[in-house]
């Protein structure tokens, strides 16, 4: 009996350790100033929501991405973790250009458009596309409890990972989070 039970007790620990983490182990890069990453055992789809362009034109997540892996960013100018958050995702665009594509999806409401979209590229260095949805349902959407959020898509357009919070997108982590993504098939 006992060498039964030391066995069961042997194969639940052996079982436990041998399960893969969901997502390829993305967790692993909870470090720094990702510590926040998460990887939602059943996350919510892509928004299919319309949005607007820089330009005023509808678009949508999908459309924007071109099944790339995407980083999408939720902020708005009244969020002070989301502007100095900010620079990090222009540096984390131009450092993996051609590879990722990074959509910032701006909240604030149509009379901050026009500031949103100066701030956005004065912070990026013009390196990212303004987005907005200022009915901010896209929020709930991806069932964001905050601002900022910035959720990791595989090239399908599924959710590998998010971040809820400000996070260091110019780090060694954040690269080293991005390389595994992009080496995912």
């Not at 099944?67 to 993996?96: D, I, K, S």
Request: proline share 6%; glycine share 8%.
């Amino acid at each position: 009996m006992l060498a039964a039970g030391a066995v069961a007790v042997l194969y639940v620990l052996f079982a436990a350790a041998s399960k893969p983490e969901p997502q390829g182990g993305l967790t692993r890069f909870a470090t720094g100033s990702l510590s926040r990453l998460a990887v939602l055992e059943t996350p919510p789809p892509m928004p299919t929501r319309v949005l607007r362009d820089g330009e005023g034109r509808e678009t949508n997540l999908a459309a924007v991405t071109g099944g790339q892996v995407a980083v999408v960013n939720l902020w708005a100018t009244w969020c002070a973790p989301c502007m100095r958050e900010m620079p990090t995702l222009g540096a984390l665009q131009r450092r993996f250009t051609g590879r990722l594509v990074v959509l910032p999806v701006s909240a604030d409401e149509d009379a901050k458009i026009a500031q949103a979209k100066r701030e956005l590229a004065q912070l990026s260095e013009n390196s990212l596309p303004f987005l907005v949805d200022s009915t901010r349902g896209v929020i709930f959407d991806l069932q964001a409890p905050g601002l900022p959020v910035t959720i990791l898509y595989n090239r399908q357009g599924v959710e590998i990972a998010r971040v809820t919070g400000e996070a260091n997108w110019d780090s060694e982590e954040a690269a080293a989070l991005i390389e595994a993504a992009l080496a995912e098939e």
